[in-house]
């Protein structure tokens, strides 16, 4: 599933290429928006902005609407030269947005829908949100509160996969995040201090925001999907196994993590 700092990325991506600029078509190929007419609906508006929150994204244009997109484990968004090849069928695009010099291409759904402003503001799905970890100034306070509202029982890195409580942060984030921060995964929220949960969201949003403004940068992960190699830091073989409701797999260190 993409995390907090794909969308982000996407989103500058995007923003870049339609924020300001003439749309000249805007297509959606997927029968299951066949008769919802954003084509009509939103002829005419340009994007005027392009954010995300968490793993959701929102294309706002003029006139207060906006598509908001929640990639879940396949969906994907790309940004085309007019004329480059689209490195994907064009059976599995959803949405079509083109302009004199892009196409800016959303595949595989699932999550795609077109609402007014102040829905955004006040969907239930999107009002629960956490803090964003990649927010200009992150929430500590409200992280916090709801960190602790929770069963404190629960597992660390079970709670910070719940974007009730934070938004953004993803399997490969909470594994790197909690070795970065010498923090056990595996620790009950209830035993972990408040400085300790800070520390782990901290390491998870400098490497989250390099991410964004450097693809690719997690070429070299600490312990993700590194299962029986040796500790960077100690030595100790890495270990993992699934977590949570979902079995999530989780990797951390047993050794300098314990």
Same mark, same amino acid.
């Given at each position: 599933?993409?995390?907090?700092?794909?969308?982000?990325?996407?989103?500058?991506?995007?923003?870049?290429?339609?924020?300001?600029?003439?749309?000249? @078509?805007?297509?959606?190929?997927?029968?299951?928006?066949?008769?919802?007419?954003?084509?009509? +609906?939103?002829?005419?508006?340009?994007?005027?902005?392009?954010? &995300?929150?968490?793993?959701?994204?929102?294309?706002?244009?003029? =006139?207060?609407?906006?598509?908001?997109?929640?990639?879940?484990?396949?969906?994907?968004?790309?940004?085309? *030269? +007019?004329?480059?090849?689209?490195?994907?069928?064009?059976?599995?695009?959803?949405?079509?947005?083109?302009?004199?010099?892009?196409?800016?291409?959303?595949?595989?759904?699932? #999550?795609?829908?077109?609402?007014?402003?102040? *829905?955004?503001?006040?969907? +239930?799905?999107? @009002? %629960?949100?956490?803090?964003?970890?990649?927010?200009?100034?992150?929430?500590?306070?409200?992280?916090? %509160?709801?960190?602790?509202?929770?069963?404190?029982?629960?597992?660390?890195?079970?709670?910070?996969?719940?974007?009730? #409580?934070?938004? =953004?942060?993803?399997?490969?984030?909470?594994?790197?995040?909690?070795?970065?921060?010498?923090?056990?995964?595996?620790?009950? #929220?209830?035993?972990?201090?408040? &400085?300790? @949960?800070?520390?782990?969201? &901290?390491?998870?949003?400098? %490497?989250? +925001?390099?991410? #964004?403004?450097?693809?690719?940068?997690?070429?070299?992960?600490?312990?993700?999907? *590194?299962?029986?190699?040796?500790?960077?830091?100690? =030595?100790?073989?890495?270990?993992? *196994?699934?977590?949570?409701?979902?079995? %999530?797999?989780?990797?951390?260190?047993?050794?300098?993590? @314990?």
């Amino acid at each position: 599933m993409p995390e907090g700092d794909t969308i982000h990325s996407a989103a500058r991506r995007i923003g870049a290429a339609l924020v300001g600029r003439e749309i000249l @078509a805007l297509e959606t190929p997927q029968p299951r928006h066949r008769y919802d007419r954003w084509p009509e +609906r939103l002829a005419g508006r340009r994007v005027r902005a392009v954010d &995300a929150h968490g793993k959701h994204l929102f294309l706002r244009f003029e =006139g207060g609407l906006t598509l908001h997109s929640h990639l879940r484990m396949r969906g994907s968004w790309r940004v085309y *030269r +007019r004329g480059e090849p689209w490195r994907r069928s064009p059976e599995r695009a959803w949405l079509v947005i083109r302009t004199a010099e892009h196409e800016v291409v959303q595949f595989d759904g699932p #999550v795609l829908e077109l609402m007014t402003d102040s *829905r955004t503001r006040f969907d +239930r799905r999107l @009002a %629960r949100l956490g803090p964003d970890v990649l927010a200009a100034e992150f929430d500590e306070e409200a992280f916090l %509160r709801r960190l602790r509202a929770g069963d404190p029982r629960r597992p660390l890195g079970e709670a910070l996969l719940d974007q009730t #409580v934070v938004a =953004g942060i993803g399997n490969i984030w909470k594994a790197e995040s909690c070795f970065h921060a010498g923090v056990d995964p595996w620790r009950p #929220v209830g035993e972990v201090s408040d &400085a300790e @949960a800070l520390r782990v969201v &901290a390491e998870a949003r400098e %490497r989250m +925001r390099a991410s #964004v403004e450097g693809p690719g940068y997690l070429r070299d992960p600490a312990v993700h999907h *590194r299962a029986g190699r040796p500790c960077p830091r100690c =030595g100790t073989p890495i270990a993992a *196994r699934g977590q949570g409701d979902d079995n %999530r797999t989780t990797w951390w260190c047993p050794g300098c993590q @314990a």
